[in-house]
């Protein structure tokens, strides 16, 4: 499992690649939650486009991370971007759909 992150001005985006599973959240956790005490974003993306797998782990980490990103700007608001349909419903059923905007396909071009 590995992230890369890319942030500029307000706004970061964490690409989550590989598996995300309880052996490989917490060096993630770790990296992210150091970019976003460093950065504080506004708009917290998380893009799950080059996952293979993902357990429970990857919902703690959805919501560990909307806390983390709440404590530094109350105001910040947090994305969850290019699940799969499968992902998306395990996500809402969880209650992320509540917390964050969870979006199946994103297509960059429109941004």
């Known amino acids: 499992m590995n992230v890369t992150i890319e942030a500029s001005g307000n706004l970061m985006v964490c690409y989550l690649i590989g598996e995300l ?3 490989s959240a917490g060096a993630v956790r770790e990296k ?4 976003i005490s460093a950065k504080k ?4 993306i998380l893009d799950f486009k080059n996952i293979s797998f993902m357990d429970s ?3 703690g980490l959805v919501m560990g991370r909307y806390r983390l990103i709440k ?3 109350p ?5 969850i971007r290019n699940v799969t349909v499968q ?3 395990i996500m809402e059923l969880a209650g992320l759909g509540k917390i964050a905007q969870i979006v ?8």
């Open 75 to 79: 105001a910040s608001d947090l994305e």
């Open 21 to 23: 599973d309880h052996h």
């Open 87 to 89: 992902a998306k419903k």
């Open 104 to 111: 199946e396909a994103y297509n960059e071009k429109t941004e």
């Open 71 to 73: 404590c530094v700007n």
């Open 32 to 35: 992210i939650d150091e970019a």
């Open 41 to 44: 974003p506004l708009h917290l």
């Open 57 to 59: 782990s990857g919902i």
